[in-house]
C-alpha cells in the first residue's frame, strides 16, 4: 500500500533579513529573499524520510500564494516531493487564517487521496500557529502540533509521535489519516541535489483558482469573508538609545555598576 | 479587493511601493497597481499623500450575528497535573481589566477543565477571576485536543462569553485555533496588548507606538475587542478586531501582563459543567507525559537574565555566560542564532520565536539585535548592550552600552560585582 503524503508549505520572506529603516521608520525589504519557511521544510524533510524507507510514498506540497510561491514548489520538487498544488487568486488576498483554513482544506480535498498531512508549526511572517490545527479541524481530522520526533509502524496507520511542551514533551500515539505539525527539532532538512533540481523541471506543478477549489469569496476565503480584521498597523517604536560607556574594560565594568546602582537596578 | 487605488488621485510617486511591508503593490507605468500579496495591513493608506488608496472593507454590508447575546469574558485557565500554568494567572487579571472595561456588570470566568481540579479555584479568584466554569472528567486527565476542544466549544455555545483569552502555551496555541474554527469566529495569535475602549487604544498608541491616533475618537462608545500582536518577526506590530462574530478569541505570549496583587481569601461563583465527552470522542491516546529532566529555564520569571548571542564565537562561551548569571543571580538566555548554531538549547532563546522576556536587568552578550531578538526583550527595564560592533541594533535599544570585547568586559563585571557598592559610594564620595 503506497503512502500518500500531503505537505503544506509556504513562501515567506526571510523575516531575519529585514531591517527598519532608522529615518523613515519603515521596513526597508529590499533584496529580502522569499524562502521555503523553516518549520514547512521540517515537515517536508519528514515526508522525505518516509519516502527514503518507503520509495512508492507519494509526496503532493500544497501552498496558497502569489504566482512566485512556484519557485518554492519547485525548490519542495527538487528537494524529492513528487507534485506540487498552488492556490492563487486575487480573491485569495487578505485571508486571515480561518479563511486561509478553508483554501488549504479545499485544496487537501481536491488531491483527494491522503494518509498523513504534514506542516510546519507556524510561518515566520505571522508566527501565528493557527492554520495547520484550522485546516485539520475543517477536514475533520485529529492533529498533533510541535512535532518533534515521528515514527510509522510497519502497519503504515499508527503513527507514534512526540509533542514538545515548554517543560517537557508528550509521547503521543494517533491513527492516520491525521495532521502534524512540524518543528525544527524534528530533523534537519536535505539540500536539493543537483540531479533533484533538473527532476524537479518535469514533475507536475498545478494551478488553482478559488472557482477550481470551490470556495466562495464571500464567505469561505479572503478578506470579506475573514471573521478578524487589521484595525492598525505600525512599526514598533525603538526605546530610544542610552549611554554609551567608554574606556577601558574595567573602567566599563566600573561605570556599569555605577549606573546601574544609581538606577537602583542593584 | 478591499484595499483600492484610486486611479484618478494616484501620481505615481512610488512611496506606497516603498511603505508596503508586503511587496504587494506593483507600478503600472505610473500607476500603483495592489497585488494578491496584499494583507489589507492598511499601511498604505496611511502613508499615500494624496489620500489615493482606499481601504473599501468598511462599506460591505455583513451578515451580522447577534453580538448582544454574548457577555463576560472567560480565560482559560491551563493546568498541567493538576497545577495552574502562570499565565493563566497573568490572564484572570488581564480580563478582569477588560471587563471592567467592557462594564459594571461584566464578569471574568476562568474555565478549568481537567479531572479534579476544583481545588484550583482558589488561586484564580485571588488572582482575579470573579468566577469559575469547571469541567471535570477523568478522560480530560491529560490534555487532549480532540477532549478539550469539545467540552470548552460546547460551554462557549451554551453560556456565550463575549471574549476567550488563552494563553500561547504549546497547549493553549493548539486548542484556541481549533476551538476558533469549529466556532467559525476570529482567533488572534500571540497578542502582546488587549483594549476594549478606544480611549484605552489611544493611550496606549500614544505612550508606546508611531501610531497616528487623530482619526481615533477617544469618546467612542465602540467597545470590540482590540488585540496587538507582533507580525512579520516583530517587524511590524498589527491590531486586529473580530468585529461581526463571537467570541472575540486572543492567544496572549505568556510573561507579557502583569499578575494583580493577589486578594487575600478571595472567592468567586463556581459552576460546574456538564458536557457529555465518551472515550471515542478522543482519536489519539497519550502514552505518556515526560517532564524535562534538563535544567528547566525559568526566563519568564527571571528578575536578571544574561544572554549569548553569535559574538560568543562557539559553544563554550557560554560557560562564561553561565559564570556571569550565577554571579549576578540570573538566568542564562540566548539569540536565536546561537540556538540555530547548536550552541545551546532552544528552552534558552529570547525572542519572537523564543520567550519573551521583561527582566529588571537584560544583558545581551555578543547579540547583534535582530529585530526578532528585540520584540522579544525590548520591555526589559533595563538593557546592557556588550558587543564589538559599535554600529550593531543592540545599541540602539541599549540604556547601556560597552563597545568591547565581551571576553574582556564580561569577566570585568563579574570581578567587580561584590564591589558595587564600594564603587558606588566612592563615585558619589568623588562627585560631592
Redo the contacts between chains.
Sequence with gaps: MALKIIVCAKQV?D??E???D?V????K?EGVPAILNHDDANALEEALRIKDKYPDTYITVITM???QAVDMLRQCLAMGADEGILA???????S???AT?NALAATVRKVGDYDIIFAGRQA???????????M???LGL?????VKQFELAEDMQTI?VH?????????????TP?VLTAI??LNTPRLPSMKGIMAARKKPVSTYSAADLGVDPDKEV???A????????????????????EGE??E???K????????L?? | MAIVVINEKCIGCKICVKVCPFEAIDMDGKLAVINEKCTSCKQCVAKCPKEAIEDTTADVVQEETDLSAYKHVWVYAEQRAGKLVNVALELVGEGRRLAREIGPDVKVYAILIGDKVDHLTSDLFAYGADGAYIIENDLLKNYTTDGYTKVLTDSIRKYKPEIVIFGATHIGRDLAPRVAARLNTGLTADCTRLDVKVSSYIDYANKNTTLDTSDLDPNSEEKGLKQTRPAFGGNLMATIVCPRTRPQMSTVRPGVMSKIDPIEGATGEIIKVDTPLVASDIHIEVLEVVKSTKEIVSLTDAEIICSGGRGLGGPSGFELIKEFADKVGGVVGSSRAAVDSGWIDHSHQVGQTGTTVKPKIYFACGISGAIQHLAGMQTSDIIVAINKDPDAPIFEVADFGIVGDLYEVVPQIIAAWDNADKIYADYVHAQA
Design positions: 520572506p523575516t531575519n529585514i531591517k527598519i532608522p523613515t521608520k519603515t521596513l525589504r500564494g502569489p504566482p492563487s487568486d486575487r480573491a485569495l488576498g487578505g486571515d487564517t480561518w483554513s515566520i511572517d505571522g508566527d501565528t500557529a493557527q492554520v495547520g490545527p484550522q485539520a479541524e475543517k485529529p492533529q498533533v502540533t510541535y507514534t509533542r514538545a511542551l515548554e517543560d517537557g514533551h508528550e509521547i503521543i500515539r494517533i491513527k491525521c525544527h527539532q479572503g478578506l470579506l475573514s471573521p478578524t480584521n487589521v484595525y492598525r498597523s505600525f512599526t514598533p517604536v525603538p526605546r530610544g538609545k542610552g549611554t554609551m560607556l574594560s574595567n566599563q565594568a566600573e556599569l555598576l555605577i549606573g546601574l546602582k544609581a538606577k537596578a542593584i
